[in-house]
């Protein structure tokens, strides 16, 4: 029974994984931009939910939506302002830069709301279970796994049905060629970061009301995101989903082994795909 | 100790030369200075930016009610000493933090240095004092990670040296087990206890098999579930609970990073275990973190170093524990925390040492002077005097009280400490009986 509850439990982190990778693949698939800053975005994500609940008394789900408005107008004036600027054939810039933006953000957040542990209170909600048998399952960590195959059903949604998103194919795929076609890279680019950032606002509400969280906890969050992304395969938005499916497994399976083993189970899983499948588990066929 | 003895040759002669220089330099910027009266320079190193910074909260207020209350400066026989306080940042990391700790002897050129805030804080400042002998004290971390942390062979206490010029007064874990103990023994339980130790420096020495936690709890008749060591800052503690659950622990325990233990907590009420006792080291020193954790925090307990219900009160000002908190409180709008006594005291020992010294460019007789110093804090009495303590630490270290607390929400809202576990010293008042968590 303890091995079913293993795996289920394991699911369910790898749905949190997914949802903290989908903002970080969407990116580096559309512009190759590999954003170090990630997790402090999700962390900011986390603080602009709580500043609607805490300074303007709005509902969780409110503030997360407005909180989400708040990412994509940053995001896109991120990518506008500045990214865009870094971007071309050398990767260190943009590598830098959100390096240096990880930093900014990390004491800008400590010296606005102090190094305070905070939580998003979702009203008793992070306690409620569901009953599976023997197994219960908690209705937070449930919820996250269906918003991560909701984000990713809208995004596919978005990318093979819309206009929109045949240009961020286009772009993805040969950005010259895209360019003669009429489409504004830096256009695209500054809406696929906006984008993206919304993921990780949503992304930012669950780190925020699944435990506590506080102004320096993102970096620790990155690492998970970028091997589910590497594990299901670069540009494919399902396979980050069973990349963090996968990484979540290995994790729950290797600290019911040991707790000692739990981040290295996802480690050696990692470095396993990686040899066996360098370009992960689903990649998108070459373009 | 090879290190130690290399940079002793001719350290102490660089020194007493680079002081007196520095004395000059000071003269010249200060112009008016009476013959007598000198300025202590006091170094402090404190984690403000970083995982730590919570801990540095509390420097502002504490500096400035220092500086306000010895304005007209001490007087030890005929002279008198002014002070001035130079703070630097670790960024809550160890190698900054012996950085900032070698600029301000060398730049600032400081008399004496003072550092609390977790060994990673203390360790190292301490260490770079030692060997540039300038005396230091130190506290906010538990002497055991202080002392033994510090020496060449940590595994071989045959090797353990004391030191000259640091000094450290705070509690050790035989105490903290202690508390935990009696605090359990309050309960109906089947003393089944539960650990949560990271792999880390802190959960490595709760969970030591020889000398944390095991052989303690084990000769108090309680037994321990130890699932294994796991990563600081996870997002999924399910191993743990089912161990937890088979085991039928009652008790759960553990040194844990404030975010795990909201992990923790949350995914063991969503899996339908909850214990009877939790207490937590670390997770819930502050009472930001325990108000974020929410409701289920009721009855949370932990060790408590410090309170306002402490029956002492400060050396310098003679505000008692009670009135310092409600003075933080409204000063800061922000709820008072542990560290707030024990930076107070770290104060407090200063200007009592100012008080019995005659040059402070002599390190040695400032060193001297600590040792010797036997004085009623904010915090209780401090006096280097090893009691209680083995032999090997009696000269640098001193202890602290400890004495048992939970959380409890008050009719504002807020989480505050109730002290429910005096056993250790029944001087200090409880304020209730220790409650089970439902």
Aim: hydrophobic content about 45%; charged content about 15%.
């Amino acid at each position: 029974m303890i091995w079913v509850d293993t795996i289920v439990q394991g699911i369910m982190l790898g749905g949190l994984y997914a949802l903290f990778a989908t903002g970080l693949s969407l990116i580096f698939g559309i512009m190759r931009l590999v954003n170090l800053a990630h997790g402090d975005f999700m962390v900011l994500g986390a603080f602009a939910v709580l500043v609607g609940v805490e300074s303007l008394g709005l509902g969780i789900i409110a503030s997360a939506i407005l909180a989400g408005a708040f990412m994509f107008v940053l995001g896109y004036a991120l990518q506008h302002l500045l990214l865009n600027r870094t971007l071309g054939k050398d990767l260190l810039p943009p590598l830098l830069v959100t390096f240096g933006l990880s930093i900014i953000i990390q004491n800008g957040l400590l010296e606005g709301f102090s190094a305070d542990t905070q939580r998003l209170k979702a009203g008793g909600f992070e306690e409620v279970s569901v009953q599976f048998g023997a197994i219960s399952v908690g209705a937070m960590p449930i919820l996250t796994f269906c918003s991560a195959v909701v984000v990713i059903l809208l995004l596919n949604w978005l990318f093979y049905r819309t206009e929109t998103g045949r240009a961020f194919r286009a772009t993805s795929d040969d950005p010259v060629t895209a360019q003669l076609m009429g489409i504004d890279n830096n256009r695209i680019f500054s809406l696929a970061m906006a984008l993206a950032m919304v993921v990780v606002a949503i992304a930012g509400l669950y780190l925020g009301a699944r435990a506590t969280f506080d102004p320096l906890i993102g970096p620790s969050r990155l690492i998970f995101a970028f091997e589910a992304v590497i594990i299901g395969g670069l540009g494919s938005l399902w396979g980050t989903l069973a990349g963090g499916v996968v990484l979540g497994l290995a994790q729950a399976i290797g600290a019911q082994v040991n707790p000692e083993w739990q981040t290295l189970a996802g480690h050696i899983v990692f470095l396993a795909v990686l040899i066996v499948k360098p370009r992960g588990l689903f990649p998108r066929t070459a373009g | 100790m090879t290190l130690k003895s290399i940079s002793t040759l001719g350290r102490r002669k660089f020194l007493k030369t680079a002081a007196a220089s520095g004395a000059l330099a000071a003269g010249i910027g200060a112009p008016a200075v009476h013959a007598q009266a000198r300025t202590i320079k006091i170094g402090y190193v404190s984690p403000q930016t970083g995982p730590l910074a919570a801990f540095a909260e509390v420097d502002g207020y504490t500096v400035d009610g220092f500086l306000e209350t010895v304005g007209g400066g001490v007087q030890s026989g005929s002279k008198n000493f002014n002070f001035e306080v130079v703070i630097k940042d670790s960024q809550s990391n160890p190698s900054r933090a012996a950085e900032v700790a070698k600029e301000l002897i060398v730049d600032d050129e400081i008399d004496i240095m003072i550092v609390a805030h977790t060994p990673e804080t203390t360790n190292p400042v301490s260490t770079i004092c030692e060997i540039e002998e300038i005396p230091c004290i130190s506290t906010l971390a538990p002497w055991q990670p202080w002392f033994i942390g510090r020496q060449g062979n940590p595994g071989d206490p045959g090797s353990w040296t004391s030191f000259d010029y640091t000094y450290h007064f705070f509690w050790g874990l035989e105490d903290l087990i202690a508390v935990f103990t009696n605090m359990w023994n309050q309960l109906e339980t089947n003393k089944s206890v539960g650990g949560l130790f990271p792999n880390d420096a802190d959960g490595n020495a709760w969970g030591d098999p020889n000398t944390g936690m095991p052989p303690a709890l084990d000769a108090q008749g309680f037994s321990l579930t130890d699932p294994g060591r796991y990563q600081n800052l996870q997002d999924d503690f399910s191993a743990q609970i089912n161990a937890f659950k088979e085991n039928e622990v009652e008790i759960v325990t553990g040194v844990v990073l404030p975010p795990d233990f909201a992990t923790f907590w949350t995914q063991a009420r969503q899996q339908g275990f909850v214990p009877k006792a939790a207490s937590i080291g670390k997770a819930i020193l502050f009472p930001s973190a325990v108000n974020a954790i929410g409701d289920s925090a009721q009855n949370l307990s932990s060790e408590v170093w410090w309170s306002n219900h402490h029956p002492f009160s400060s050396s310098l000002t003679g505000d008692t524990a009670a009135e310092m908190c409600s003075g933080f409180e409204s000063s800061t709008g922000r709820q008072w925390t542990q560290p707030l006594g024990f930076l107070h005291a770290l104060f407090e020992i200063i200007a009592d040492v100012a008080k019995r010294i005659d040059s402070v460019n002599d390190s040695e007789e400032v060193a001297a002077a600590i040792a010797a110093t036997n004085l009623e804090t904010i915090v209780g009495p401090v006096a280097w005097n090893g009691a209680n303590l083995p032999p090997f630490a009696q000269k640098n270290v001193t202890k602290t009280l400890l004495v048992g607390g939970q959380w409890r929400k008050s009719d504002d809202g807020l989480f505050r400490l109730v002290i429910v576990d005096n056993t250790t010293y029944p001087d200090i008042p409880t304020a209730g009986e220790m409650q089970e968590i439902s």
